[in-house]
């Protein structure tokens, strides 16, 4: 009955041990700075600004863009800042504006590729 507690404590260090993190080490995603991207649209480039720190989407802003008002309207506003609240682009388009959302998306990834490390 002893051992099989030693044992269970053991096994149970152990787990939590390799549960945790190292300590003193980060590993940045990006490097912290302004970035730009370019994404094809319906009517001509979506261009984007998108600030990062060295893990997170901080802000995402279109800077230009020649799309429709009033339909791509929605896409502009939503998507910016779906990819800064889920810290991806991994995000849904908006439906009638679908191609002014994977531009944005486009451009989102195009600047996050210049900001890794």
Do not use: F
């Not at 051992?3 to 152990?14: D, H, M, N, Q, Y």
């Not at 997170?56 to 009033?70: F, M, N, Q, R």
């Not at 679908?98 to 998306?105: F, G, N």
């Amino acid at each position: 009955m002893m051992k099989r507690s030693i044992v269970s404590i053991a096994l149970a260090t152990l787990l939590l041990t390799g549960c945790s993190s190292s300590s003193g080490t980060t590993t940045a995603k990006y490097k912290a700075g302004t970035y730009s991207g370019t994404g094809a649209g319906k009517n001509g480039d979506v261009v984007v600004e998108v600030v990062v720190s060295d893990s997170a989407i901080t802000s995402v802003t279109v800077k230009e863009h020649s799309e429709t008002s009033g339909i791509a309207d929605p896409a502009l506003e939503q998507i910016p800042e779906a990819i800064v609240k889920a810290n991806s682009t991994e995000v849904d388009s908006v439906s009638s504006a679908t191609v002014t959302s994977e531009a944005i998306k486009e451009a989102v990834n195009q600047a996050l590729a210049s900001a890794k490390n």
